[in-house]
Structure formats: structure tokens, C-alpha cells
């Protein structure tokens, strides 16, 4: 069973940057879909980005040009890269990765980045 460890989650200024990194237990990264989703407070859980093993990337339209995600095959690791953070970024952020061949999808526990106006 991979595990999925995030850290890099705090408080932060509006317009400030976080980096976020979600560290695999297992080499799956280079051929998985990755995604990170969040959840605000008293809101349901959305997806932030996903990019597939191909590379090709996706964002949500509120995080488009702020927000970069990438992956590190020999680290095992990926990353969200926050820019231009406002409060409504604010949330619990999770890292998943999902491997279609195996039916697997693996989740991380949440960071939290909390935004202050």
C-alpha cells in the first residue's frame, strides 16, 4: 500500500506563496494521474489541478496563473506551487494520485494553508 505524506501547508499573507509537497512511499508518480483537491471550510471538497503520466494539465479556473503543479519521478514527490494566495484559497489541502491500470488511488492525510486578508 503507497502512502501519500504532504507538508508545506501554514499561514500565509494575502499574496504570498506556499509550496506544497506530497511524498510518495512508493514509485508510482511517473505513470499516475496526480491531483490536488481542497476542502474549505463548510464547502465541499474540489479539485485544484491534475496532470497525467502523458503531462498534460488541468486547473481550476480559479487557480489558473497562480498555481503550478509538478512532479519529481525520481523523488517520488510532487508539488503545488501557490502564488498570489488571497483568502478564499484558504482550505485543507489534499495530494492524490490515481493509477488507472491498477484501479488504485491513493490519498494523502491534508495540509492546511490558512490565507489572512
Known amino acids: 500500500q503507497v502512502q501519500l505524506v504532504e507538508s508545506g501547508g501554514g499561514l500565509v499573507q494575502a499574496g504570498g506563496s506556499l509550496r506544497l509537497s506530497c511524498a510518495a512511499s512508493?514509485?508510482?508518480?511517473?505513470?499516475?494521474?496526480l491531483n490536488w483537491h481542497r476542502q474549505a471550510p463548510g464547502k465541499q471538497r474540489e479539485l485544484v489541478t491534475s496532470?497525467?503520466?502523458?503531462?498534460?494539465?488541468t486547473y481550476a479556473d480559479s487557480v489558473k496563473g497562480r498555481f503550478t503543479i509538478s512532479r519529481d519521478g525520481a523523488k517520488n514527490t510532487m508539488y503545488l506551487q501557490m502564488d498570489s494566495l488571497n483568502p478564499e484559497d484558504t482550505g485543507v489541502y489534499y495530494c492524490?494520485?490515481?493509477?488507472?491500470?491498477?484501479?488504485?488511488?491513493?490519498w494523502g492525510q491534508g495540509t492546511q494553508v490558512t490565507v489572512s486578508s
Open positions: 492524490n494520485a490515481f493509477v488507472a491500470a491498477k484501479g488504485a488511488d491513493f
Open positions: 512508493g514509485s508510482i508518480f511517473s505513470f499516475a494521474t
Open positions: 496532470t497525467g503520466s502523458t503531462g498534460r494539465t
